[in-house]
Nanobody, 115 residues
Framework: QVQLVESGGGLVQAGGSLRLSCAAS????????MGWYRQAPGKQRELVAT???????NYADSVKGRFTISRDNAKNTVYLRMNSLKPEDTAVYYC?????????WGQGTQVTVSS
């Protein structure tokens, strides 16, 4: 089993910044295949940024140049730095981890960007 605990969401004005954190515990030994997804009201969950199995990064086109995923392997923690936030970034952000072919999800953290 893998547990993911997110933190760092909140309300911010357009143009502002937030940093999300996701701490992983349990049967997980690498931050590869960890990342962030988001789901806005009435929309499907979508990829935001992830570490691939090889350790490289993958970003949605809509966040490239504004968001940065990073990690602390010693803490099994991944971060998402979000700059230049836009109202369309408003969503519940979920941390994910793929371990042994299974996907695990955090409880989600709300990010609201006001115009």
């Amino acid at each position: 089993q893998v547990q993911l605990v997110e933190s760092g969401g909140g309300l911010v004005q357009a143009g502002g910044s937030l940093r999300l954190s996701c701490a992983a515990s349990g049967s997980i030994f690498s931050t590869n295949n960890m990342g962030w997804y988001r789901q806005a009201p009435g929309k499907q969950r979508e990829l935001v940024a992830t570490f691939t199995s090889g350790g490289s990064t993958n970003y949605a086109d809509s966040v490239k140049g504004r968001f940065t995923i990073s990690r602390d392997n010693a803490k099994n923690t991944v971060y998402l730095r979000m700059n230049s936030l836009k109202p369309e970034d408003t969503a519940v952000y979920y941390c994910s981890a793929r371990v042994a072919g299974l996907y695990y999800w955090g409880q989600g953290t709300q990010v609201t960007v006001s115009s």
